[in-house]
């Protein structure tokens, strides 16, 4: 297709960053590898239990959540333990946020927000780790962490698209797709080959010198 206007340039711009959030997916659904994890803190609002995620994550960029921590004991912070949606009115009024009521601290993301039950009461520190939404490139001297080839993908993907619109033959490209995709899925796995993931302990998830179990 040199030389042929027959899929333009936005057209191409466009197959690109699509594989590219296609590869992003792929990376983030290896889950314990944590390949684009980033952390932002906030401070709560005290008896505030809704908090919008555009005004917490800079410049909308909020796509999974991995888990939020509160700063409830100096400079130490702990893991804070999601509410199941039928048990939404379980806590609410389960006392105060400090590290010795910390069982009963529950969050719970909804829509485009975190509910915290029950409510801050006090400006309590709050960290949310989160993955971001793909990087969309806008201009052709953009880059993206390639990690080891995995670029392929995105350019196979891309030709792909090309093809199927000129109604040419794809299996080619099928099988390559296929091939390029196990490859990274097994690939990204155990990405600190040294020390990879263990088996974590749900109940105990914080400073086990002051607790011995944190679910109830």
Known sequence: MESSEFVTDSEFNYYVNSAL??????????YGENYYVKAVEFTSVPQQKDYA???????????????????LNGDDFFTLQ??????????????????LGLTNVRYQLLGSNIRFSPAPD???????????RAQDLTV????????NG???????????????????????LDGELQF?????????QNRDAGNP??????????DDYFYTRTRS
Do not use: C
């Not at 052709?140 to 990690?147: A, K, L, Q, S, V």
């Not at 350019?155 to 299996?171: C, G, H, I, P």
């Not at 390029?180 to 990204?188: F, P, V």
């Open 150 to 172: 995995y670029s392929d993908y995105i350019v196979a993907s891309a030709a792909r698209r090309a093809l199927m619109k000129e109604e040419s033959d794809v299996n080619e």
């Open 197 to 206: 993931e263990s088996i974590s302990d749900i109940y105990v998830e914080n």
């Open 82 to 99: 999601r509410f199941n949606f039928n048990e939404r009115n379980r806590f609410q009024n389960f006392g105060t946020w400090d590290y």
């Open 53 to 71: 995620l555009s005004t917490i994550i800079p410049d909308d960029d909020f796509y999974k959540l991995k888990g939020i921590d509160a700063q």
């Open 140 to 147: 052709d001297t953009d880059e993206f962490d390639d990690i």
């Open 122 to 132: 006090g400006e309590i520190t709050l960290k949310i780790w989160y993955v971001p």
């Open 180 to 188: 390029l995709k196990e490859r990274i899925e097994q690939a990204s």
């Open 21 to 30: 959030r296609e590869l992003h997916d792929i990376l983030v659904q290896s």
